[in-house]
């Protein structure tokens, strides 16, 4: 299976500790998105990647939140002081930008974060 | 303010029957819809979509109907099945998709009972 992966699939942490999520995006795939999704509510986006150029932030992305892409292929996203705020389920997305088709974006199976 | 509305939090099936699950939007400059389909501690997976120089666009069970005057789509699956109980999002975009983020509804579980 070649889809999109993310690493881990849970993490609980305490108040105040970092975190770090990885993604690895379906290959050949040059756009690389990051959402958050709580309970109750559908997938809000954080951020996103074409190749290794972050082109866009939400403001839900605070200053604690930070994400690279470095060579154009896997993702982390890092959360650094954490909040209780901040549990939530993080999902990854990739897609192809491609001139002339409309472009569909493949999740990954998500973060599931517990900040204690 | 809610661009992308799913006003039905739930819905209940009987099996072999018709699902009809709604979305409307606000934002006229939207002209890509998906629709996403979640099962409990996965990701979403992607059902159909439609471009917004349709009305329609069909794929097996599943159709997705497009009124860009009522800004107003809608998911049809004939027939239901219980493996189709999940929680369905609908999403929009602009620039056919190539805006980059997905505006998401809140989502509609189904429940199709045997």
């Known amino acids: 299976d070649t889809g999109v992966s993310q690493n881990p699939r849970h993490k609980i942490t305490k108040r105040g500790q970092n975190v770090t999520f990885r993604c690895d995006p379906i290959s050949e795939h040059n756009r690389l998105y990051w959402y958050r999704q709580t309970l109750g509510q559908g997938p809000e986006f954080l951020t996103y990647?074409?190749?290794?150029?972050?082109?866009?932030k939400s403001r839900l992305l605070s200053d604690r939140f930070s994400a690279e892409r470095p060579k154009g292929s896997f993702s982390t996203l890092e959360i650094q002081r954490t909040e209780q705020g901040d549990s939530a389920m993080y999902l990854c997305?990739?897609?192809?930008?491609?001139?002339?088709?409309?472009?569909?974006?493949?999740f990954g199976p998500g973060t599931r974060l517990l900040v204690l | 303010d809610q661009q992308v509305k799913q006003n039905s939090p739930s819905l209940s099936v009987q099996e072999g029957r018709i699902s009809i699950l709604n979305c409307d939007y606000t934002?006229?400059?939207?002209?890509?819809f998906l629709w996403y389909k979640k099962y409990p501690a996965e990701g979403p997976t992607f059902l159909i979509s439609?471009?917004?120089?349709?009305d329609k666009n069909e794929d097996g069970r599943f159709t997705v109907f497009l009124n860009k005057s009522a800004k107003h789509l809608s998911l049809h699956i004939v027939p239901s099945q219980p493996g189709d109980s999940a929680v369905y999002f609908c999403?929009?975009?602009?620039?056919?998709?190539?805006?980059?983020?997905?505006?998401f509804g809140k989502g509609t579980k189904l429940s199709v009972k045997p």
């Open positions: 997305a990739s897609s192809r930008l491609a001139r002339g088709h409309q472009e569909t974006q493949y």
């Open positions: 999403a929009a975009s602009a620039w056919g998709g190539s805006q980059g983020n997905l505006i």
């Open positions: 439609i471009s917004s120089i349709k």
């Open positions: 934002n006229s400059m939207f002209d890509y």
């Open positions: 990647f074409q190749n290794e150029a972050q082109l866009e």
